[in-house]
């Protein structure tokens, strides 16, 4: 939703309504009555009914009134009969309702359809695609339940429409009309009005009626739709700039990419599809829902490069941290690694087998049972039974982990390229690991610090905030690698309670000798420390020497090593 809506709408006060006015609103409340109960009273509030006659659309997401639907009555066709108006009011209320309850539903989904149609079309009009296609999927499931309601509505707005432009439509227009012809098998118009769009249109309808009730085969349809419609969309949406003059019988609306740019087309597709720019689901019209768009977004960072994530993620509406990388990692890394530390508890006492009691022990050790099936006769320290018990073994139980210590590598033989395809660097690996430790730490409750490290150490103080530690893990350096041994030191020794250590790095490390001897000594003062070395296919033993015996070290070779480990670290065996 652009922000320019909020300059644009003009809502006529209630009690400024004409008697006229006043009553559609009416009528429409009775059509709105009729889809909430259609669609089993889906958790959508009544509409906002405005009057807008300088604007064409029948419905958009008002963002002065907390997202929710606005229904425009102010252009409805002029009918004779209160009923017709019901029967427009209910077949648009029932299409616009489809967007949320059908397709696109919800952000993830909607997000899916538009990084589909951004492989063949641009971000900017990504959104035009994807309605094109929802409104097809629509109207076809619609027009099975309601035939007649459907063509009837179809059929109004192109009469409509066609008259008020004086017998004249964009070609964009057209192609919608001769699409809905085909997939609903209906005659809007007897002319050949639409030849030229004939070939487009086939296509398209073809591509969305093959395996029509296939909903996993959406996002496919929808990068092949647009490539079919790119040459359509590029000659009938134009980006323009500040002070263009606009074209006769055109409109202007902002996108709802990152550039928010301006583009001008025919305004007469407002009046068949609304403004095709906007993105229309379920999760814009909710409230106080930032988590469940977190774990969305964060869900559609698992499924997507990030070259092709910022942009989709963004206008499905998503994406609420602000910063798409930092969103993209957290995905990447959510739920991937488990740390958990045991102590052993021991058993309980176990029978073994019967034997005497003696008159002076417990009484509670006397087994009434074992001794009547010895004798039915009862002599004290003769048939009398007891079991005698043993200790069974020790069992493992989780113990909270300590403050967490992530010393992350950044130096420039840590290579990232993020924007890649595929291979993205050593530095996304270790990125991966420190976001599924950082976030393992922030859901058990603890606090957590960072330090990024190359030539200098870049350090986040001790905090629960993760959002300030992921952060200072996306300041990549590139320089040299020297291991921030003060810093490593001061950050142990302002932490409240004992630290797990993490270090992320490859064997580059300039100052090794001092850290071996930096990791003893904190090893020896409780604290616990986890190496994983990026690119090793084994930990040289002879270099670590005496340290693996107080120190875990892990090779990691690819991040599939790294997502596939469990750290399990076993301390203070004990036996009662």
Known sequence: MSKSRKKRIKIIPTKDLNRKEQHLIELAKIAWDKTQKAFYFPPLDLPTFVFDYTHLEGFYIDPQNKWKISMNLANAPIFIDDQEYVNYFHAISLHEVSHYQIIPYDGLINARLLKAAMKNVNENFAPIVVNVFADLIIDAKLHKKEPDLIAWELKTTFN??????????????????????????????????????ESVAEKVVNIIKKNFEDETLWEEKVSKVAYHLRTLVNNTFTMVGA????????????????????????????????????????????????????????????????????????????????????????????????????????????????????????????????????????????????????????????????????????????????????????????LVASFAALHFAAKKGVKFSVINFSNRADVCDWTVDYKKAERTLLRYQGGGTHLPIKDIVKQTEKSERDTLIFIITDFGIYNWNSAKKLFSNLSNKGHKIVGFFIGSAKIPKEKFKDLLEKATFYPIKNPKDLINLVIKEVKKYYLA
């Open 243 to 430: 002070g263009v003059h606009k074209g006769e019988g055109n409109t202007r609306r902002k996108t709802s990419g990152r550039s928010s740019s301006t583009v001008e087309f025919p305004e007469d597709i407002l009046e068949i599809m609304d403004d095709p720019l906007e993105n229309k689901n379920l999760d814009k019209l909710k409230e106080d829902n930032e988590e469940e768009l977190r774990q969305k977004a964060e869900e559609f960072a698992k499924e997507t490069p990030y070259s092709d994530y910022g942009a989709p993620a963004g206008q499905a509406g998503i994406l609420i941290d602000g910063n798409p990388l930092t969103t993209w990692y957290r995905g990447l890394a959510k739920d991937l690694i488990e740390i958990k530390i045991f102590e052993e508890k021991p058993g309980g006492q176990l029978p073994v087998f019967p034997e005497v009691w003696h008159l002076g022990e417990p009484i509670e050790d006397l087994d009434i049972v074992q001794t009547i099936l010895n004798s039915p006769i009862i002599i004290p320290n003769i048939t009398t039974r007891k079991w005698l018990k043993n200790y069974g073994k020790g069992h493992l139980t989780e113990k909270q982990i300590p403050d967490l210590l992530l010393v992350l590598d950044s130096s420039g033989s840590m290579n990232w390229n993020y924007l890649a395809k595929s291979s993205r660097g050593v530095y996304h690996t270790a």
């Open 160 to 197: 409509h429409l066609f008259e008020r432009n004086k017998n004249k439509l964009s070609e964009f227009s057209k192609f919608l009309f001769r699409a809905y012809e085909k997939i609903l098998n209906i005659k809007i118009v007897d002319s050949d009005l639409f030849t030229s769009v």
